[in-house]
């Protein structure tokens, strides 16, 4: 049937129970055996025990684990709002599941290029290696907070967020 893991220290062996038929689309949306999971309540307690291991993503209980498929992230920054300027400006982003984030050092703001494309997108670390894209809705008032600095000798376009810059091209 499965194989056990190592168990973390004091933790019970976790039983590998397989891939499950559940998929996060690349807009957010959780589905199970191809049907969308319209209950939020659910999807929050799938996201709580959801985890990263290298590339792959897996919903973990004490005793069990169980691989699922994440066709780009598991989760939409839906809406961000900003609170104070320059350096000392903090912004935060709320999640399709309603989690607020703020970026900073332990939760970093990066650009990459979107899965498949050369068109690159922001990306907010919400938790434990699980990364939240930042929408079209939340990108453009994200922009409008843009900003010059000089790294490296050149002028690199970015925004500031709990002291933290943020530049917008990955090579910076």
Not at 69 to 86: C, Q, S
Not at 92 to 97: I, S, Y
Request: glycine share 8%; aromatic share 10%; proline share 8%.
């Amino acid at each position: 049937m499965g194989e056990s893991q190592v168990p973390a220290a004091g933790r019970p062996p976790q039983l590998f129970c397989g891939d499950i038929d559940i998929r996060i689309a690349g807009d957010g949306t959780w589905f199970h055996e191809g049907c969308p999971i319209g209950r939020l309540p659910l999807v929050k307690l799938f996201a709580s025990v959801l985890r990263r291991e290298d590339n792959d993503y897996w919903l973990v209980t004490p005793v069990e684990k169980a691989r699922i498929v994440v066709d780009d992230v598991p989760f939409i920054a839906v809406e961000m709002e900003a609170e104070g300027n320059g350096e000392g400006q903090r912004l935060r982003f709320r999640t399709n599941l309603d989690e607020w984030v703020s970026a900073d050092a332990a939760h970093p703001l990066a650009f990459r290029s979107l899965p498949g494309s050369d068109e690159k997108a922001p990306y907010l670390t919400v938790r434990d290696g699980l990364e939240a894209r930042v929408a079209r809705a939340a990108y453009y008032p994200l922009v409008e907070l843009c900003v010059e600095r000089e790294i490296k000798g050149r002028p690199v376009l970015g925004v500031w967020s709990d002291g933290v810059f943020f530049p917008f091209d990955d090579t910076a």
